[in-house]
C-alpha cells in the first residue's frame, strides 16, 4: 500500500502550486497525512499535518502563513495549497500516511514524491 502524489511542477517566485496527496487502496480519512520536503542537500523536513482524529492541522514555521493542507473527502485526497512560492521551498515533497492515532510526521505509508521548482 502507498500513498501518491501529484501536482508539482515550476513556478516562479511568489506563485502557487497545488500538489495532492491520494491512496489508492485505502480511505485516507481514517489517517494522520503529513507533507514532507526534501531540498538538495538538505535532510527531510516535514512541513504540514492533518491528524485523523479531530482534523487539526500543524505546520512548521518555514511555511505557516503561506501553506494550507486539507482534505477531500469526496476524492479520497488531501491537498497542500501553496501560495507565495519561494526559490527555497524547491525540493521533492512527498506525502505519508499514519493509521488512526498516528502522530504527525509518523506514517505507515509513503509516497514516491512529486518535485516542486520554485526559480526565476
Known amino acids: 500500500l502507498q500513498v501518491v502524489e501529484s501536482g508539482g511542477g515550476s513556478v516562479q517566485p511568489g506563485g502557487s502550486l497545488r500538489v495532492s496527496c491520494a491512496a489508492p487502496?485505502?480511505?485516507?480519512?481514517?489517517?494522520?497525512v503529513s507533507w514532507f520536503r526534501q531540498a538538495p542537500g538538505k535532510e527531510r523536513e516535514g512541513i504540514a499535518c492533518?491528524?485523523?482524529?479531530?482534523?487539526?492541522?500543524y505546520y512548521a514555521d518555514s511555511v505557516k502563513g503561506r501553506f494550507t493542507i486539507s482534505r477531500d473527502s469526496t476524492k479520497n485526497a488531501v491537498w497542500l495549497q501553496m501560495n507565495n512560492l519561494q526559490p527555497e521551498d524547491t525540493g521533492i515533497y512527498y506525502c505519508?500516511?499514519?493509521?488512526?492515532?498516528?502522530?504527525?510526521?509518523?506514517?505507515?505509508?509513503w509516497g514516491q514524491g512529486t518535485q516542486v521548482t520554485v526559480s526565476s
Open positions: 505519508a500516511a499514519g493509521f488512526m492515532g498516528k502522530k504527525c510526521y509518523d506514517y505507515d505509508y
Open positions: 487502496e485505502f480511505t485516507l480519512h481514517y489517517y494522520t
Open positions: 492533518v491528524s485523523s482524529s479531530d482534523t487539526s492541522t
